[in-house]
């Protein structure tokens, strides 16, 4: 079998364990803010340390890649061969940018000066995305020195890129664009997290997205509601009665044909998600909310990530200033976004929400439809053989059963997904405590060097094929 | 029988009529913009020239009444009392405030510089209200002359506000304070209009209002929609749901007990609405509107003036601008206004409506009501004396018979009727093609002069009693 002694990946981990924080400790100093234009300089210093650092672990083939004709910000991308005939090549995901973060937002220390304490390393990028970008270097090192050899078991290849905290808006044709040199058989994204940190997980799918703007018109300008509300149609009536009427009292979707080809969750799979140790009270306040609500029949795991959903992200019609004032508006606007499972289709839906706006409005009520955005959802089954190579990593360095999660939201890995036509996996140490997007961001280095296990274990459980041996 | 024989009252108008527009032309030359912090001075002038003239029309009592103790802008009352035992007394009610008006607004000369052309008098004012106030003082002088007499058959009132056009804030606190000089048995309102050039018609009633703004609160902020999306209550989705609730199927109101109490259309009043030359085609480009709407098995004459509604002037929550931004927003608000009708009781309708709202929105959503404002409806029956002697009246005044209209709207008419407890009356001559509010006011010259003629005929027919002789 091709399996690395894990002994011997824990020894070699070990001895590099400190230069290898000094060097993550010397990227997260980079504030790499890609929202922040005045940064540009220092996102594209951060991908050209990246760039060097990659070259320095041994990966023959590194380039830094423009985006945005130059416009956007650097993507790194590195290939290490194989050189074993009919290896599988795989392509890591991550990104070098990070979220904004000021001392002043409530950070103890320096946002961009990591400090470690109490076993945690914080810093602005710390757990998103830097340290698990990183822990595929020591990774890949330790699988070669465990197995004696000279390159990976593997086609390694990373894509690393510069605008996910930017919403990503040049990463689509960038695919596109390096499709060939992207090609793989799967691609590992290392830009999620697990249950908790004494509850290893894989996270096999993210949910799709379907975004609109629906604007309403009624009359051509505001009007007197003294003279004329009563008989006249009200855009910002009808936009509330359309919300109204995207579910129906069990708070399904009610949009004909929304739920057509929804791949649903099996008994195991629920199962799985029920054995989780799920604090709903905990998770409720984590999302500041004060009641959970949702599709009826469903738990609220199932809820946010095997169900989709219909939300109102911004409704605006008429007066909102202070006082009143008793006019019917002549316009109202709806933004609303659909979260998909696998089996929907992005086109599918913009259609039937199409037809539904179009059939439920009165005379008198003209409308726009703009879709924003679509990002197809993505689902790994968990009887995958790349799933099951994870799982097996994941659990000879955590050295506890692995369970699995779904994610909610939706992300560039359904871009990958779909230009490359690859399964897309999910490899993430980051807990939720890791406070990503706030102040004091850290990542726990006892699962950070997890992680680094996990990588150096993969490549050879992957090469290994279906049966890892 | 007290009439006055209608051919000197005609007589003594024509006389009279070069100077009485002279001296129309000169308060509409006074900018009394009271929206206008800038205009203050101009109100008051416009006030105190109102005043004088009122002294030399003849009225013995004439005062300039400060509101809002001395900060808002002056009113102007004044007497004549009739000399003749058990003569009823008589308010009449307009205002000599004016709304915006600019040259660049689309006018076609200076709206502060009247100017008469084929027949109309041009300026801003011209009927809303100063025309119409004025044609009163014209009025009383063609009755006492008619008459013979040298006080008005009545015990005549006017109070003239002057903030009416800045949403009357300090009349009903002024109305309360002077309630005791303002006792009378009847108000007589002159702000309002009629059908048509050719059909002269009296009001009979406005609708009462009642306005509240509901804030919703779910989440302690904007949280991610693909994380929490479709597991936790979202205010703007509820804010909506409230909106469509708010009308069923039929377009009825749907909150329990808000019909209780509406006094219904009689069957002659239906006929009399039917009777009126509507043109529905051109009401609807009148609202700007592209179709008509509302509660089923009403017309729409009957659904503005005569039917209870509810509608929303403004609703906002969530993402407002540009694009998409997938989050479940923290609060949504709502902006609602209600028009009520005779038997409807404004603090029973803001009861009803804090209970619907309470009882509507599930676990997890917060809310506050505030109720912005509150006005009752009035409506004099159809075989009220004193409307019968403005019938009469009118109808000498026009030669043609009179037909009955109601207002929409809500007007500070309620307060005197609510506060001295007695029934208004409305006696206007303004056509919609006056441009109330717009660009190019005007008042038609004939018509205002049969509005003289009306005044001059009221108070005796007033003073006669019930059978007008």
Avoid at 345 to 360: F, G, K, L, N, S
Avoid at 396 to 402: C, L, M, Y
């Amino acid at each position: 079998m091709s399996h690395t002694p894990d002994s011997a990946v824990r020894a070699y981990i070990e001895q590099h364990r400190a230069a290898f924080l000094d060097d993550l400790a010397e990227w997260l100093r980079i504030p790499s803010v890609s929202a922040d234009p005045g940064r540009a300089a220092d996102v594209r210093r951060s991908a050209d340390w990246l760039a060097a650092k990659l070259k320095e672990t041994g990966f023959p083939t590194v380039e830094v890649w423009e985006t945005g004709d130059g416009a956007g910000a650097p993507a790194v991308f590195a290939e290490w061969p194989s050189g074993d005939e009919g290896a599988p090549t795989v392509l890591v995901y991550g990104h070098h940018d990070v979220q904004p973060a000021a001392r002043e937002d409530g950070w103890h220390t320096d946002p961009f000066e990591p400090v470690v304490k109490d076993g945690r390393l914080y810093a602005r990028g710390a757990a998103d995305d830097k340290g698990q970008v990183f822990f595929h270097t020591l990774g890949v090192r330790a699988h070669l020195a465990a197995t004696g050899r000279t390159a990976p078991a593997v086609n390694l290849k990373l894509l690393v890129e510069g605008e996910e905290e930017f919403g990503s808006p040049n990463f689509p044709a960038l695919v596109r664009a390096h499709a060939d040199r992207l090609a793989c058989d799967s691609v590992i994204v290392s830009d999620t997290g697990m249950w908790a940190e004494d509850t290893p997980t894989v996270c096999t799918g993210m949910r799709g997205l379907v975004e609109c703007q629906i604007d309403l018109y009624g009359p051509d300008q505001d009007i007197h509601s003294g003279s004329f509300g009563g008989a006249v149609p009200n855009p910002a009536t009808e936009a509330a009665r359309l919300v109204a009427a995207l579910h129906d009292e069990d708070r399904r979707v009610a949009i004909p044909g929304f739920y057509d080809g929804v791949v649903e969750l099996t008994d195991a799979e629920r199962e799985l998600f029920a054995e989780l140790p799920f604090d709903e009270e905990r998770w409720q306040r984590t999302a500041h909310s004060h009641a959970t609500l949702g599709e009826a029949g469903f738990t609220t795991l199932e809820r946010v990530w095997a169900r989709p959903t219909a939300e109102v992200n911004g409704i605006g019609g008429g007066y909102q200033g202070p006082g009143g004032k008793t006019i019917v508006p002549s316009s109202a606007m709806l933004k609303l976004s659909f979260r998909l499972v696998a089996g929907q289709d992005t086109d599918r839906i913009q259609q039937a929400v199409r037809e539904w706006t179009a059939a439920r409005l009165p005379a008198g009520i003209r409308h726009e439809i703009t879709f924003t955005g679509a990002t197809r959802p993505c689902l790994t089954p968990l009887d995958h053989p790349a799933l099951r190579s994870v799982v097996r990593a994941m659990g000879r360095a955590f050295g506890q059963k692995v369970r699995f999660t779904r994610e909610g939201g939706s992300g560039p890995a359904a871009d990958l997904q779909d230009v490359l036509g690859v399964p897309v996996l999910f490899l993430g140490i980051s807990v939720p405590s890791d406070g990503w997007h706030a102040p004091n961001e850290k990542v726990e280095l006892g699962l950070l060097m997890k992680g680094v296990e996990t990588a150096a274990h993969l490549w050879g459980d992957l090469a290994a094929g279906p049966d890892g041996h």
